[in-house]
T-cell receptor
Framework: DAGVIQSPRHEVTEMGQEVTLRCKPI?????LFWYRQTMMRGLELLIY????????DSGMPEDRFSAKMPNASFSTLKIQPSEPRDSAVYFC??????????FGSGTRLTVV | GQQVMQIPQYQHVQEGEDFTTYCNSS?????IQWYKQRPGGHPVFLIQ?????EVKKQKRLTFQFGEAKKNSSLHITATQTTDVGTYFC?????????????FGKGTKLSVKP
């Protein structure tokens, strides 16, 4: 298995632009998580899905953030409009039930 | 709210020395997981502990889950430069599904050759 695949690896965008991050989970995993990592706040859960259904989005910072999982093999995290304080590494992870998470390589987002 | 705390935040050791990081939860956990993140990398799952008082070993790494299931530790014997990275513990979010973890802030380990 290729693991959890995220794209792009790096994204530099101007403030106000829309940003879309993509994730392909491991086939057969029933949970998908979006995390944001910064030096100050560590790993923060943004939202997670179970069997493609959003379960908890209380970690999504504002209405500017949205996430979708149209099918079991694809999820997106969208920021519109982006702001400099959104700069961080965004990780997607998937898991099978109670087992450990498999993280993707992350997307390093820089908003200038 | 629920918290998972780790100490120390940073640890610098000489290669060959031992290293221990501690994890404490504000609530009783059904299980605890440990992850390692290399510099510039992503967290990688190391192990899950489920039973009270459980001890598991992976080569030079020893993981322990406390009797009250509120604390855990990771001990590395005779550190090597390949051990460099940040070690995170994580436990299920209280009231959440078993698949929803809350992560500690991690302990960043540096090893001087």
């Amino acid at each position: 298995d290729a693991g959890v695949i995220q794209s792009p690896r790096h994204e530099v965008t101007e403030m106000g632009q829309e940003v879309t991050l993509r994730c392909k989970p491991i086939s057969g995993h029933d949970y998908l998580f979006w995390y944001r990592q910064t030096m100050m706040r560590g790993l923060e859960l943004l939202i997670y899905f179970n069997n493609n259904v959003p379960i908890d989005d209380s970690g999504m910072p504002e209405d500017r953030f949205s996430a979708k999982m149209p099918n079991a093999s694809f999820s997106t995290l969208k920021i519109q409009p982006s702001e400099p304080r959104d700069s961080a590494v965004y990780f997607c992870a998937s898991s099978l039930a109670h087992n450990g998470y498999t993280f993707g390589s992350g997307t390093r987002l820089t908003v200038v | 709210g629920q918290q998972v705390m780790q100490i120390p935040q940073y640890q610098h050791v000489q290669e060959g020395e031992d290293f221990t990081t501690y994890c404490n939860s504000s609530t009783t956990l059904s299980n605890i997981q440990w992850y390692k993140q290399r510099p510039g990398g992503h967290p990688v799952f190391l192990i899950q502990l489920v039973k009270s008082g459980e001890v598991k070993k992976q080569k030079r790494l020893t993981f322990q889950f406390g009797e009250a299931k509120k604390n855990s530790s990771l001990h590395i014997t005779a550190t090597q430069t390949t051990d460099v990275g940040t070690y995170f513990c994580a436990g299920p979010r209280y009231g959440g599904s078993q698949g929803n973890l809350i992560f500690g802030k991690g302990t960043k380990l540096s090893v001087k050759p």
